[in-house]
């Protein structure tokens, strides 16, 4: 069983940046569409972005087009997510998951496999 573990959230003031990693644990890590998801308290799971198998494919939810940046070395098995200009309204838990192979959808039920989640603070 495929497993995801997230790391890199933490707590930073407004206009910081943070990375995101999520290492899997899978030899055949470039045959999932990666994404990253987010939930705050209160409100449903929700889309971030995703990546394609082979990294060229990417796809931002509007509320972070021009902030955060996807990416993955599928040498490493990880997926990262870089996110700049941070705002209060960023602070959730960020969910790594895993579709096995190509996947479009931005809704939770598209991918097969969760990472625990890593908590992201904004600071106003």
């Known amino acids: 069983q495929v497993q995801l573990v997230e790391s890199g959230g933490g707590f930073v003031q407004a206009a910081g940046s943070l990375r995101l990693s999520c290492a899997a644990s899978?030899?055949?890590?470039?045959?999932?569409?990666m994404g990253w998801f987010r939930q705050a308290p209160g409100k449903e799971r929700e889309f971030v972005a995703r990546i394609g198998l082979s990294g060229s494919s990417t796809a931002y939810t509007d509320s972070v087009k021009g902030r955060f940046t996807i990416s993955r070395d599928n040498a490493k098995n990880t997926v990262y997510l870089q996110m700049n200009s941070l705002k209060p309204e960023d602070t959730a838990v960020y969910y790594c998951?895993?579709?096995?192979?190509?996947?479009?959808?931005?809704?939770?039920?598209?991918?097969?496999?969760w990472g625990q989640g890593t908590q992201v603070t904004v600071d106003s």
């Open positions: 899978t030899r055949s890590f470039s045959a999932y569409t």
């Open positions: 998951a895993a579709g096995l192979g190509l996947r479009r959808g931005v809704t939770p039920r598209s991918y097969d496999i």
